[in-house]
C-alpha cells in the first residue's frame, strides 16, 4: 500500500512539473445525460469521470461549452488544449476533421432513428422522404445515412430535439440509446427504434501541440481514466445518479486503448 501511495505521489508531481495550468476542454453543449449545461453549472458523468481523472495527475479541467463546430476549430488551432470529439461508424463527424490530435474512447453507444410511431408504420418507410427529420447539429449531411434523403432540422441540443419529436414537429430524431432512455424515461412518452444505423462514440482528443509538449500527461490521463473503472469509481458516479444502466456505454469503453 506504501508503494503504491508512493508511485502516485510521484507520478501527480511529474504531472505538475510538466503542465501546471488548468486544461481547456472544448464540451459539446446539450448532451444529455451524459453532460449538459444546468443553470450556470455543467453536470453529468461525463464531467465527473474527467474531473476526477485529471484530478488524479493533479490537474484541473476547465470545460468550455460550445457548438461542435467552433469546439472542433479551436482544437486544430489549439486555442483548447482537448475537446470532446464524436465519430459515427468510425467517420469523425462534424465539417471539419481533428487532424493530428491524440484521442481516448468515453462513450460508445448504438445510433439510429427513433419515433413516436410503431416501426412497421408506413410513414417510415420510402426513405423518410414524408416525414421530417430532426438531429443533434453535429451531424451534418456527409455522415447521414442513405435512407435519410433530405436534410435534418438541426437542434443545438438533444432536449430540444426530443421536444421536437412530441411536440410533433419532427416525425423521427437521429440519435443515440442512452439519449433516447434516458428523456424516455424522464417523460414517460412511448418512442421507438425505427432503424439502427450502427454507432456513435464520443472521445476526449488532445490537441496535436497539448500531445507534442506534454506526451506523459496524455498517457498518465489515460491511466488515471482506466483507473477509476477498474476501483469502482465511474460505477459509484453511475449509481450515485440512477444510471446505472449507462454501464455498458461508459465503463466497457473507457478500458479501451
Not at 491524440?102 to 410503431?118: H, M, N, Q, R, T
Not at 414517460?188 to 462514440?201: A, D, L, P, W, Y
Request: proline share 4%; net charge neutral.
Amino acid at each position: 500500500m506504501i508503494q503504491h501511495a508512493t508511485l502516485f505521489t510521484a507520478l501527480l508531481l511529474v504531472a505538475r512539473d510538466v503542465y501546471a495550468e488548468p486544461i481547456d476542454i472544448g464540451l459539446l453543449e446539450g448532451i444529455a445525460p451524459y453532460a449538459r449545461t444546468q443553470g450556470d453549472r455543467l453536470d453529468g458523468p461525463l464531467i465527473d469521470i474527467l474531473r476526477d481523472s485529471f484530478s488524479r495527475i493533479g490537474l484541473t479541467p476547465e470545460f468550455r461549452p460550445m457548438s461542435y463546430a467552433r469546439s472542433i476549430a479551436s482544437l486544430n488551432n489549439n486555442s483548447v488544449q482537448a475537446a470532446i470529439t464524436v465519430d459515427i461508424n468510425g467517420r469523425p463527424s462534424g465539417l471539419t476533421d481533428p487532424g493530428g490530435c491524440s484521442s481516448y474512447p468515453l462513450a460508445v453507444s448504438s445510433w439510429g432513428a427513433y419515433g413516436k410511431l410503431e416501426a412497421n408504420n408506413p410513414l417510415y418507410r420510402g426513405q423518410y422522404q414524408h416525414v421530417q427529420v430532426g438531429s443533434y447539429r453535429f451531424v451534418d449531411m456527409a455522415f447521414l445515412p442513405e435512407s435519410i434523403a433530405s436534410a435534418p432540422v438541426n437542434f443545438r441540443s438533444n432536449e430540444l430535439m426530443y421536444r421536437a419529436l412530441l411536440s410533433g414537429r419532427v416525425d423521427v430524431v437521429l440519435t443515440d440509446d442512452g439519449t433516447i432512455r434516458f428523456w424516455r424515461e424522464r417523460s414517460n412518452h412511448q418512442v421507438n427504434k425505427i432503424e439502427s444505423f450502427g454507432t456513435v462514440r464520443m472521445k476526449i482528443c488532445f490537441s496535436s501541440d497539448f500531445v507534442a509538449n506534454n506526451v506523459d500527461v496524455v498517457k498518465r490521463y489515460s491511466q488515471a481514466a482506466r483507473g477509476l473503472v477498474m476501483d469502482g469509481s465511474v460505477a459509484r458516479v453511475l449509481e450515485k445518479r440512477n444510471l446505472v444502466w449507462l454501464s455498458d456505454v461508459l465503463i466497457d469503453n473507457l478500458l479501451l486503448d
